[in-house]
Nanobody
Framework: QVQLVESGGGLVQPGGSLRLSCAAS????????MAWYRQAPGKQREWVGL???????RYANSVKGRFTISRDNAKNTVYLEMNGLKPEDTAVYYC?????????WGQGTQVTVSS
């Protein structure tokens, strides 16, 4: 059983920054690709980006150049650094791990971008 816990969300003004964290339980974190998703009110969950076990990173076009994903295997944690935030980035942000055909999600953390 894997547990994922996101943190770091909050209210920020347009142009501001936030750093989200996702801490994973267990001992398999370093062997798994980790992904970030977000879901805005009334919209479908949207892929934000991912980081593989060898550190390769991919981003959705909507966040490329503004968001940075990193991981710390010693801490079983993946990060999402968000800069230049826009009102359209407002959403609940989730991390995701796939294990043996199963997909695990955290509870999410709310990010609100508003003046």
């Amino acid at each position: 059983q894997v547990q994922l816990v996101e943190s770091g969300g909050g209210l920020v003004q347009p142009g501001g920054s936030l750093r989200l964290s996702c801490a994973a339980s267990g001992s398999i974190f370093s062997t798994r690709t980790m992904a970030w998703y977000r879901q805005a009110p009334g919209k479908q969950r949207e892929w934000v980006g991912l980081i593989t076990t060898d550190g390769s990173i991919r981003y959705a076009n909507s966040v490329k150049g503004r968001f940075t994903i990193s991981r710390d295997n010693a801490k079983n944690t993946v990060y999402l650094e968000m800069n230049g935030l826009k009102p359209e980035d407002t959403a609940v942000y989730y991390c995701n791990m796939g294990v043996g055909g199963l997909t695990y999600w955290g509870q999410g953390t709310q990010v609100t971008v508003s003046s």
